[in-house]
């Protein structure tokens, strides 16, 4: 493995030289971002589709102004927004429809302002050193989250640093926060959580902070557990790796979920991060070859900037010190998924040991809160996707474990995308509790 870890890293300097190509097209990306007008859903009716034939349904669909919040193209079903002045045109195909949200605006209200965050020390507890807890009442800019983990950081002074992965294409950090024990950075073998790669997954950014929150909290207690998984494995966590469809979803479209990376060779914006790692890529039926789809899987393999800072780093890692456990956090449907995504026949080496584990973290989240998440490889889980981010890291940077979680809530019906600022503790509390599960079954 550790051979062809290294074929593929002789291939970094190439990929590389993607970031200074795109770099080209931020200029543009920069301005489409400042004379756009931002995205008014108020009106927008969401419907539950049944479909057997995703083309043709399109098809029927083209001349409807709606956004797709379903993310395949192999769904027996899919759920749409459309724009309040083609409400009545919808109707009119007479399609096999349920309504679930009556106002996307409306639902999208309820998250609520946007609080500034007293950053640099100015809003910590008293007791721990650690930023305050009103953190976790409402979402945050981009910015914010920057300073919070720098906050985060300077209350864990002596284990832990905050490093840039790289750049995004429009020039903003991939950063994130790195966690060690008693015996210093960088020995241990990693745990990796990415989280955000879809723009519009605003739940999992802040969900991801809180148990990062924990992890040094418990640490800094002595808390037997933490202070053991600690100890044992370096932790490398990035709340948001897609910072330019990040704040597009602030300053422009909240249901933006690619990056937003320009191609020659159309007018519509943005790349699946999540279906351009360089692995099992040209799948047919995992991905979209159409620049205008939520699941675009780029023109190439791993030819995203956002991946060739993933791919650098995680192999990094997987040279260094090896990974025991990587995970890709999403929303929303509540599922806990395991590789493969490119193939329902592939199967991990593993398997009965995964769904044990699987099953023990699927218990722990139930017991705190009530919720049921679904547990299985993802191919026969939910539907077949390639180019993915688990598929990668098991197969090509040699995981031990590699996952995905899809958080709170479990439908459309529950707001999808869009849930109240109240859900990101509980949601914390509820995977937080699945983690420590996990830990302790390693």
Partial sequence: MLTALRSIS????KIKNIIIIMKSFAALALGLQAVAAKVSYDGYKVFHIETSDFEAM??????????SLDCESNHKSLEVAVAPQDLEAFEALGLDVEVSIEDMGAEIAKEGDIKPYKARKKARDVCTGLPDMSWFDSYHVFEDHLDFLEDLQSAFVRNS?????GLSLEGRPLRGIHLWGRDGPGIKPAIIWHATVHAREWITTPTV???AYQIIRDYRIKEPLITETLDNYDFYIMPVINPDGFVHTHENDRLWRKNRQARESSSCI?????RNWPHQWDVPGGS???PCVETYRGESPGDTPEMAVMTNHTLSLAESTGIKFYVDWHSYSQLILLPYGYSCDAMVKDFDTQMELARGVRDAIRSVNGLDFVYGPTCETIYQTSGGSMDYVYDVANAELSWAFELRPQSPRQGGFAIP??????????VWAGMRNLFANF
């Fill in 421 to 430: 600022p109240e859900n990101i503790i509980p949601s914390g509390e509820e």
């Fill in 161 to 165: 640093e905050l490093f840039d992965a």
């Fill in 209 to 211: 902070e809180y148990m």
């Fill in 58 to 67: 399109q098809a029927k669909l083209s001349d409807i102004e709606y956004v």
């Fill in 270 to 274: 943005g790349t699946d991060i999540n």
């Fill in 10 to 13: 002789a291939t970094r300097t």
């Fill in 288 to 290: 979209s070859t159409n």
